[in-house]
C-alpha cells in the first residue's frame, strides 16, 4: 500500500504545465454538446536550507523567507481568485511523527496559522496503516472522516475535529486519497456523508452508494446499486454526482443522484470509452474537472456542457472563486501557474520549488481557501518527503515535517 501512494504523489507531480506567463482567454478548446530537497542544501535564490529533524514542531527560527520578484504576480492573482474566501486558521494533515529514532503510530495533526506555532495531535489512528491516512474534514469544520487499513477492503471511520466521537461506518472501502479518488465524499453542507461499498449477488457484482447521517448517528443507508461507479461529490442542488459506467467499454455517463429519494438525473455521457483517472470539484459545486485517459474536460452544471481544456485535473487547485486553477509541474520547468476559466484573471507562470537541486520534485498537496497558504511537498531522490507550508504573500517556507511519505492534508480550519 505504501508503494501505491508513493506512485501516486510521483505521478501526480511529474504531469506537466505551461512555463511562460501571458494574458490568455478562457482556458477551453471544445465544447461537447450534451446529447444525454535535503537539509543543509540551498533555494534557488542561494538561501540556506536549515537542518530539519522529522518532527511535526515549526517554531520562527525554522522559517525560511526565499525572496523571488518574479513570484509576486502570481501571488496577486492567486489572492485575488481567492477573494471572498473564508480565512483559514489551522491545517488539519495525517502524518506520522518520527522522534528520537522510533516511529509511534500514525496520527491526524492540527498546526495553528501564524507566524510562530506548533502541530498538536488530535488523535492517533493505530500503527495498522499506510505511511499516510487519506482523510476529508466536513465543509462545517466539525466531523473529519478518514480511511484507514493496509489492504483492501478498508475501513471508513468518522470522528469530530477534536478526535472525540470516533466510530466506524464501513468495512469495505476501497482506495481513496481524499483529493482525485473518491470512495467518500461529504455534502456541502457537512450533514451527509456518501460512500462507495462493492456487493455481489449471484451472479451480479458492481459498487452501492450509501448515505451517512454523523449527526444522527445512524446506520448508513443503501440507496442504489450499481454496476459501476466512481463518486465525482456533492452538487449545488445537494444531488451526489457519480461517473456511471452502464455497459463493458462504454462510455462513462454523469450521472445526478438525489439520496433521499434515489432518484437520478443523467446530466452527460462522456466523450469517449477511456478512465477517469481523476476528478476535482469546483468549490461552488457547479464546475467539474475530469480527466479521462490523457484528456482534461471541464463540466458547467449551468450549461451542462462538457469542455477540453488545457489544464491537467491531476494538479489543478480551484481557487475558492470557482473562476480559476493553480497548476503545477514536477518536470525541469516546476512551474506553477494560475489558469482561468472566465478570461478576467492572467495566467501567470514561476517556479515556486524550494530548492533547484538536481533529483528533487516538487508538488503542491493543497491551497487555503483565503489564497495564502500552499502546502507542498519536495521529494529528495524520491526517497525523503519533505512536506512545508508556503505563505504566498511573504514567501516564507515553514517545514512542517519529513519522512518517507508527504503528509495526507485533509482539510483547513477556518473563522467562523
Known amino acids: 500500500m505504501n508503494q501505491i501512494f508513493i506512485l501516486s504523489i510521483i505521478a501526480l507531480i511529474l504531469s506537466g504545465c505551461a512555463a511562460a506567463a ?10 461537447i454538446p450534451n446529447e444525454s530537497t535535503e537539509s543543509g542544501k540551498q533555494f534557488t535564490d542561494g538561501t540556506m536550507v536549515p537542518t530539519m529533524s522529522a518532527s511535526v514542531s515549526t517554531t520562527t527560527s525554522s522559517v525560511i523567507t526565499a525572496t523571488n520578484t518574479e513570484r509576486t504576480p502570481l501571488a496577486a492573482i492567486w489572492r485575488n481568485a481567492n477573494q471572498g474566501g473564508a480565512e483559514a486558521t489551522a491545517l488539519l494533515y495525517s502524518a506520522v511523527n ?31 496503516s499506510f505511511t499516510t491516512v487519506p482523510g476529508n474534514l466536513s465543509p462545517d469544520s466539525f466531523w473529519l472522516a478518514y480511511m484507514v487499513g493496509r489492504d483492501a477492503p478498508f475501513t471508513l471511520r468518522v470522528a469530530r475535529v477534536d478526535g472525540s466521537d470516533n466510530r466506524m461506518v464501513s468495512q469495505q472501502i476501497g482506495l481513496h486519497d481524499g483529493t482525485c479518488i473518491h470512495t467518500f ?43 459501476g461507479a466512481r463518486l465525482v461529490g456533492w452538487d449545488h442542488e445537494n444531488r451526489l454526482l457519480v461517473l456511471v459506467a452502464t455497459a463493458y467499454q462504454h ?7 438525489d439520496m433521499d429519494t434515489g432518484t437520478s438525473e443523467v446530466l452527460i455521457q462522456m466523450p469517449t470509452n477511456e478512465t477517469a483517472f481523476c476528478t476535482r470539484m469546483s468549490p461552488n459545486r457547479e464546475r467539474v474537472l475530469i480527466q479521462l485517459g ?13 469542455t477540453a481544456v488545457d ?31 472566465d478570461g478576467l484573471h492572467l495566467e501567470t507562470a514561476v517556479d515556486l520549488a524550494p530548492t533547484n537541486e538536481p533529483g528533487h520534485l516538487f508538488g503542491i498537496l493543497s491551497a487555503s481557501p483565503d489564497g495564502r497558504y500552499l502546502v507542498v511537498c519536495d521529494t529528495a531522490d524520491g526517497q525523503i518527503h ?27 480550519l477556518t473563522a467562523p
Open 386 to 412: 519533505r512536506s512545508l507550508l508556503y505563505t504566498i504573500d511573504t514567501q516564507q517556507w515553514q517545514p512542517i515535517t519529513q519522512g518517507s511519505a508527504c503528509i495526507a492534508v485533509a482539510g483547513w
Open 251 to 257: 462510455p462513462l455517463e454523469l450521472v445526478a443522484f
Open 311 to 341: 489544464v491537467t485535473t491531476l494538479t489543478a487547485l480551484w481557487s475558492s472563486d470557482s473562476t480559476a486553477v493553480l497548476e503545477f509541474s514536477g518536470d525541469e520547468d516546476r512551474a506553477t501557474r494560475v489558469v482561468p476559466f
Open 185 to 227: 465524499a461529504w455534502s456541502a453542507t457537512g450533514d451527509q456523508l456518501a460512500f462507495v461499498e462493492p456487493w455481489e449477488e449471484a451472479d451480479e457484482f458492481g459498487q452501492a452508494l450509501f448515505v451517512y447521517h454523523p449527526h444522527m448517528a445512524d446506520t448508513p443507508r443503501e440507496v442504489v446499486r450499481l454496476a
Open 294 to 306: 490523457d484528456h482534461d474536460y471541464l463540466y458547467d452544471a449551468t450549461t451542462q456542457q462538457l
Open 98 to 128: 518520527i522522534t528520537n529514532g522510533s516511529t509511534p503510530p500514525m496520527a491526524f495533526w492540527r498546526l495553528p496559522l501564524g507566524a510562530s506555532s506548533t502541530a498538536q495531535q488530535v488523535m492517533a489512528v493505530g500503527s495498522d
Open 22 to 31: 501571458h494574458e490568455v482567454q478562457p482556458a477551453t478548446i471544445t465544447t
